[in-house]
Nanobody, 123 residues
Framework: QVQLVESGGGSVQTGGSLRLSCVAS????????MAWIRQTPGKEREGVAS???????SYETFVKGRFTISRDNAENILYLEMNRMKPEDTGMYYC?????????????????WGQGTQVTVSS
C-alpha cells in the first residue's frame, strides 16, 4: 500500500492553468504505475492520464495536448500540468497508483487512491 496526498487544486477561468501534485509515501514510485483520475459532476470516474514504470505517458483524448503528466522519482511526487482549461474539466481530481505491469488510463485498475483535490474552471 502507498499513501497519496494531492494538492494544487483551485479555481481558474477558461483558458487558465493549474498544476496538481501528488506526494507518495513510497520512496519507490518509479516502480508503480500512477495516474490521475477525475470525477466530474454527473459522470462516473474517468481516467485522465497515466504514467508507467518506464515513464511512458498515456492520455485520454479529451486532455491530449492540454495536460501533461510527469513525476519526480527522487522526490516521490506525481504531477499533472493542466493548460487551456475548459469548464468541463471541473471536478475532483484523484491521484492513483498500482503495482505490477498493468498500466493505463482506466480508473478501475488502481487500488491506491488519494483523497482528491477540487478543480473548478469558470467560463
Amino acid at each position: 500500500q502507498v499513501q497519496l496526498v494531492e494538492s494544487g487544486g483551485g479555481s481558474v477561468q477558461t483558458g487558465g492553468s493549474l498544476r496538481l501534485s501528488c506526494v507518495a509515501s513510497s520512496n519507490q514510485i518509479s516502480t508503480y504505475c500512477m495516474a490521475w483520475i477525475r470525477q466530474t459532476p454527473g459522470k462516473e470516474r474517468e481516467g485522465v492520464a497515466s504514467i508507467d514504470r518506464n515513464d511512458v505517458a498515456s492520455y485520454e483524448t479529451f486532455v491530449k495536448g492540454r495536460f501533461t503528466i510527469s513525476r519526480d522519482n527522487a522526490e516521490n511526487i506525481l504531477y499533472l500540468e493542466m493548460n487551456r482549461m475548459k469548464p468541463e474539466d471541473t471536478g475532483m481530481y484523484y491521484c492513483a497508483a498500482r503495482s505490477g505491469s498493468m498500466c493505463g488510463v482506466v480508473a478501475d485498475i488502481y487500488d491506491n487512491w488519494g483523497q482528491g483535490t477540487q478543480v473548478t474552471v469558470s467560463s
